[in-house]
């Protein structure tokens, strides 16, 4: 198991509203990652956090919004909707913290945006 | 900024085997990851190279030439659950990993 949980799994919302995301890694990771995968697009980079800090950026409008709380829950926002954002959104942890590379990714939150 | 390539489809038989290429452009390279990715299914790690050479796990095989900016990834003895989508990820300085858009991979019988 991966130990990342992320709910809701499935949500649909219109044009113009916002959604909030979120995503738990099991005791002890501190570190979180989102990313956005559509088809063909491959898995979009967001946001990374550690300790409630955000350590990277990836390269979306600032829409896109994050956070991570002391116990390293985090959450994602995405205010103002548009269609092109329905998409997977994808949370990690990392293995121990030294292994990067190594990510454990929940099983998604799918967002249908009408 | 970096990129990376891969191809977006690759078909075989059960029992073939593949290679999936990966090219790379990127400053402060660590390492290059391969996740696999079932349909409606979470990506999962499948290997890491750091250094040049090949990396054997089971019938999967990962190879790295730093100097290349290449790698790839080999699965022997294909079968059918081998159909998936297929990831190639950097490792780099000052950046969290980053993923090219992925290998459909179809293995039919």
């Known amino acids: 198991k991966a130990g990342v949980t992320q709910t809701p799994r499935y949500l649909i919302k219109t044009r113009g509203q916002q959604v909030t995301l979120s995503c738990s890694p099991i005791s002890g990771h501190r570190s979180v990652s989102w990313y956005q995968q559509t088809p063909g697009q491959g898995l979009q980079f967001l946001f990374e956090?550690?300790?409630?800090?955000?350590?990277n950026k990836g390269n979306f409008p600032g829409r896109f919004s994050g956070r991570q709380f002391s116990n390293s829950r985090s959450e994602m926002n995405v205010s103002t909707l548009e269609l092109g954002d329905s998409a997977l959104y994808l949370c990690a942890r990392s293995g121990r913290e030294e292994r990067t590379w190594e990510l454990f990714f929940g099983e998604g939150s799918r967002l249908t945006v009408l | 900024g970096q990129s990376l390539e891969q191809p977006s489809e690759v078909t075989a038989v059960e029992g073939a085997i593949v290679q999936i290429n990966c090219t790379y452009q990127t400053s402060g390279f660590y390492g290059l990851s391969w996740y696999q990715q079932h349909d409606g299914g979470a990506p999962t790690f499948l290997s890491y190279?750091?250094?040049?050479g090949l990396e054997e796990t089971g019938r999967f095989s990962s190879f790295l030439s730093r100097s290349d900016s290449y790698g790839y990834l080999l699965l022997q003895e294909l079968q059918m659950k081998d159909s998936a989508s297929y990831f190639c990820a950097v490792n780099q300085a000052g950046t969290a990993l980053i993923f090219g858009k992925g290998t459909t991979l179809s293995v039919s019988s």
């Open positions: 956090y550690f300790s409630e800090t955000q350590r």
């Open positions: 190279n750091a250094l040049d």
